[in-house]
């Protein structure tokens, strides 16, 4: 995270873009040149694309001269990200003919193949390594899951009730990501500094949803004992109008997270296969579990986290020893609110794009993450969430996916017959 932080002013490049620009360089190079790339870099500003400059030796060279080449494409973000509309190389542009025989004949029928791949930096068995990759690909679900099972928690620990529209809350948070994504493009070249501010406004996002349907909902049924199935009807009821806002505002819009943080870096492996990581899934799982780590300690060390856990355990003694109860809400909400946004900004990051429908089973099994972690503590109910996130990617990475969830949901009801009150609550709770 220091290291996204520290290059966030710096521009950087798609990287399907800057893959698709070396895969033109061989057709515009003599048979035979060896190719090294240098950097990358942004194109010049006002225009949308990447500069390779690299080293070239051809056959009849003797050392490697210095050279660039620069693809401009229609548009940063969209539909029209991948859509090479320009090549300019030192001696000029391409012409019209050119770029169309080099459009239609090379990169249609798949010339080019880049260059070449980096070794891993350590030797793993092909098994291991095949672990290894399933372990880092389940790593930014693990830690969303962590952090939407804690947000859960976080509100259910004073109200008592049940929030079903957490999926939904981290859906908006992560179409407020691609919200900065449309409207970067306007202020110059996407740079990690936007995806930064992506993951501010997905956070804040989710923060204001919450805290907007605390104060309207939550507290003015918080101490009312029949009104647990008012406080479930309400959520679905926001659930829905979420999820049918983000189907409206995603009709047809095509828009997606541009590649700027998804180089693979292979890690261990053999010839046979090599695991690799990207920066981008890196960022997501630290911004996710970042974030759990934050709400943990301020559960632990500051005043909040004392007056939370004395509301928790009495609020009418915790009323009568100078612990505000509507501002310790209005905190608590906004805080498991900033969750859920970060959560879904985190995926949006890893993951490109996030998807309306994807608000209720976000929401089914960080809900189970949290039963059967316990809903009593916060850290038990985020390490729900991690064993849930573990177990679905290694299902998925074994097993057949259709059957996933249904073992996913059995396990959770074995484990709650076996221990009811989760496996790090201290005692029962009623849901």
Not at 49 to 69: K, N, Q, S
Not at 203 to 224: K, P, Q, S, Y
């Amino acid at each position: 995270m220091l290291a996204l932080l520290c290059a966030g002013c710096g521009s950087v490049v798609d990287v399907d873009q800057a893959r698709l620009c070396e895969r033109v360089l061989p057709a515009l190079l003599p048979d035979g040149t060896r190719i090294e790339r240098v950097e990358s870099r942004p194109a010049e500003a006002g225009s949308s694309g990447v500069t390779l400059a690299y080293f070239a030796r051809t056959p009849e060279d003797t050392a490697a001269r210095p050279d660039r080449i620069t693809c401009r494409f229609t548009a940063p973000t969209g539909p029209g990200r991948l859509d090479l509309v320009g090549v300019t190389t030192i001696e000029g542009d391409l012409g019209e003919a050119r770029l169309f025989i080099l459009k239609r004949w090379w990169l249609e029928a798949g010339g080019g193949a880049g260059f070449p791949a980096h070794s891993a930096l350590f030797r793993l068995p092909t098994p291991w390594a095949y672990g290894l990759q399933q372990a880092l690909n389940a790593l930014p679900n693990m830690a969303a899951y962590a952090a939407l099972a804690a947000a859960f928690t976080l509100i259910h620990g004073l109200t008592g009730r049940i929030i079903l529209a957490m999926g939904e809350i981290a859906v908006a948070g992560g179409g407020a990501m691609l919200a900065v994504a449309a409207l970067a493009p306007a202020t110059g070249a996407f740079t990690l500094a936007h995806l930064l501010l992506g993951l501010v406004a997905g956070t804040a996002t989710g923060g204001l949803w919450i805290l907007t349907f605390g104060r309207l909902v939550l507290r003015r049924m918080a101490e009312r004992r029949d009104a647990s199935q008012a406080v479930i009807i309400a959520s679905i009821g926001l659930a829905m109008v979420l999820r049918e806002a983000m189907t409206l505002a995603q009709s047809g819009s095509g828009l997606w997270l541009p590649r700027l943080v998804h180089t693979p870096v292979p890690l261990a492996g053999s010839a046979a296969f090599t695991a690799t990581v990207t920066p981008a899934m890196i960022g997501g799982a630290l911004a996710s579990g970042c974030g759990v780590a934050g709400v943990l300690a301020l559960l632990r060390f500051s005043r909040f986290g004392r007056d939370w856990r004395a509301f928790r355990d009495d609020p009418l003694m915790a009323s009568l020893c100078a612990v505000a109860p509507s501002r310790l809400l209005g905190a608590t909400f906004l805080l498991a609110g900033a969750l859920s946004g970060l959560a879904g900004a985190s995926l949006v990051l890893v993951f490109g794009n996030v998807d309306a429908a994807l608000g209720l089973p976000l929401t089914l099994k960080t809900l189970a993450g949290a039963i059967l972690g316990g809903v009593g503590s916060v850290g038990g109910a985020a390490a729900g969430g991690l064993l849930v996130g573990a177990l679905e990617g290694g299902w998925s990475s074994v097993w057949d996916i259709a059957w996933r969830d249904v073992t996913l949901y059995g396990l959770l009801i074995l484990g709650l017959v076996a221990r009811p009150e989760g496996l790090f609550g201290s005692g029962t709770r009623n849901l």
